[in-house]
């Protein structure tokens, strides 16, 4: 992989910060956890939580919690710390991105890197010791996927990448259930598929939005390399295969009223969202007049909206 030139702040110098050494330690201390994404974090967290709720069949231990939360911070910090370090070629190149920690030179990849690797070890540790094994080996195996398959191999080589490599995101379900129960079952696993299916057109939508962007730094993501109303129609099937796959976990976690009907009014505004986008994208708008952002930031309340009704709707039994 080609990487940047490093000036001298591979020594661990910053650009831009004044000369009082406090503000020149709070750039460095925000450089490092900005490196973590904790936009990303969060996402993962609003699907960890409810999958605690759902097995518990109630509120879960909230000490118990704390240690999932605290675990999973360090495991998808550390991932999203290495998917920098290797990405940072790419960031560099794209205006959405080339403002991070790396492409500015805030932190040297070295350091970036021993960091990264230090919230893996933690995390492993943490969640062996305080939660169970079974969710350690979980975490580590998602973190494997996503730097390893994803970023390391399928990112920079297929239109398939988010499709595939997105399965490192729908751990946090596995990791939650079995933090409470120490086993899995069939209704984390449709928690699983609900987070995989709902990822291509998630992500899509983004890409459909800065797609000169990915074009400029080589990434070959599927709005690149397949014109709008192909994507569109993709994002369509996916959507639908979402909607239907959160309908099943009503049977299968045999939960009561509530979690069906948010499912469905939610999963109804999704596919509208994915028609009107596919309507746009027909209609021959650019990139920035098909308002792809639409269905992105809809898909995210989309599905904080249906985990935080699995979670919920225990306590209404």
């Not at 661990?12 to 460095?28: N, Y």
């Not at 596995?174 to 998630?202: K, M, N």
């Amino acid at each position: 992989m080609a990487s940047p030139q490093v000036p001298s702040s591979e020594m661990g110098g910053t650009h831009g910060s004044t000369g009082d050494p406090r503000s020149r330690v709070w750039d460095v201390v925000r450089a490092y956890v900005a490196l973590t994404k904790p936009r990303i974090i969060e996402l993962l967290l609003v699907t960890t939580v409810p999958a605690m709720f759902l097995a518990a069949g109630g509120v879960p231990n909230l000490l118990l919690v704390l240690a999932t939360l605290v675990g999973g911070i360090f495991a998808a910090g550390s991932a999203n710390v290495f998917n920098c370090v290797l990405d940072r070629d790419i960031d560099e190149r794209m205006r959405r991105t080339r403002r991070r920690p790396l492409p500015r030179h805030t932190v040297s990849w070295r350091k970036a890197a021993v960091f990264g690797a230090v919230l893996g070890v933690l995390s492993l540790l943490w969640f062996g010791f305080l939660v169970n094994w079974l969710s350690a080996l979980l975490a580590l195996a998602a973190n494997a996927f996503y730097v390893l398959i994803y970023t390391m191999i399928l990112k920079r080589h297929t239109s398939q990448n988010i499709v595939w490599g997105g399965i490192a995101g729908c751990f946090p379900p596995l990791i939650g259930w079995t933090s409470v129960t120490a086993s899995l079952a069939w209704a984390p696993l449709v928690l699983f598929a609900i987070v995989f299916f709902w990822t291509p057109p998630h992500t899509w939508a983004l890409a459909m939005r800065y797609r000169e962007d990915y074009a400029a730094a080589e990434v070959p993501m599927l709005p690149v390399v397949k014109p709008p109303v192909a994507v569109a129609w993709r994002i369509l099937i996916y959507s639908v295969l979402t909607v239907a796959t959160s309908m099943l976990l009503w049977p299968v976690a045999h939960t009561g009223w509530l979690y069906p009907i948010v499912a469905g009014v939610c999963g109804v505004a999704l596919l509208v969202e994915s028609v009107q986008l596919l309507r746009r994208a027909k209609a021959g708008l650019s990139d920035a007049l098909m308002k792809p952002m639409r269905l992105f930031h809809w898909s995210n309340s989309y599905l904080a909206l249906i985990f935080v009704a699995a979670a919920v709707d225990p306590l209404l039994r």
